[in-house]
């Protein structure tokens, strides 16, 4: 059974740090590319990042670029995002969600595993 | 960015009547070489998270009801529900893939 399962989410200040985690099991999680989607609350989806599985191709949604930055460790079976100069606009539930393996051009697809994120509030 | 725009916002339907979501592109989704429409659809419901229904614009997700279907090409796409049940309730989102990732504003689906 695919799981996917965040953590690292909480209060920060403005301009803080935090860095999300997500322990990937029930595949082979170094063949497949890797996102993060969040979900301001009562909002709708934001793409945020996207990395392939051998970290070759890395994507920002403009709005993190520079402060963001996605990573995997293949052995640990694990996705991050280190989040720095948070803003209080990044207030939301981060998921994590797996990329359907069409191919390995480098983009992505359709997000066929979500896993039930972890909320992040940037707040003083 | 290619901008994805939903209508309804809400929509109320009769238990076991259709219900019809469209969603339009501000440029084509449809990869012409490939014959494929970059175009997926999620259903989410409160306090989980998205559930895929329907990618490529029209196939189904193993799993997923066939009174779910998805339709339509280039710029302009639908999602149907073809009786609604109760379990359907729930905030619907479209999603393109042809130029990175945007979503849809989503449409929240009740029971009239």
């Known amino acids: 059974e695919v799981q996917l399962v965040e953590s690292g989410g909480g209060l920060v200040k403005p301009g803080g740090s935090l860095r999300l985690s997500c322990a990937a099991s029930?595949?082979?999680?170094?063949?497949?590319?890797m996102n993060w989607v969040r979900q301001a609350p009562g909002k709708g989806l934001e793409w945020v990042s996207y990395?392939?599985?051998?970290?070759?191709?890395?994507y920002y949604v403009d709005s993190v670029k520079g402060r963001f930055t996605i990573s995997r460790d293949n052995a640990k079976n694990s996705l991050y995002l280190q989040m720095n100069s948070l803003r209080a606009e990044d207030t939301a539930v981060y998921y994590c969600a797996r990329d359907a393996p069409v191919d390995l051009t480098g983009s992505p697809y359709y997000f066929d595993y979500w896993g039930q994120g972890t909320l992040v509030t940037v707040s003083s | 960015d290619i901008v994805m725009t939903q209508s309804p916002d809400s929509l109320a339907v009769s238990l076991g009547e259709r219900a019809t979501i469209n969603c339009k592109s501000s440029?084509?989704?449809?990869?012409?070489?490939?014959?494929?429409?970059?175009l997926a659809w999620y259903q989410q419901k409160p306090g989980q998270p998205p559930k895929l229904l329907i990618y490529w614009a029209s196939t189904r997700e193993s799993g997923v009801p066939d009174r779910f279907s998805g339709s339509g090409s280039g710029t302009d796409f639908t999602l149907t529900i073809s009786s609604l049940q109760a379990e359907d309730v729930a905030v619907y989102y479209c999603h393109q893939y042809y130029s990175r990732v945007t979503f849809g504003q989503g449409t929240r689906l009740e029971i009239k």
């Open positions: 990395i392939s599985s051998t970290s070759t191709y890395i």
């Open positions: 029930g595949f082979t999680f170094s063949t497949y590319s």
């Open positions: 440029q084509s989704v449809l990869y012409s070489s490939k014959n494929k429409n970059y």
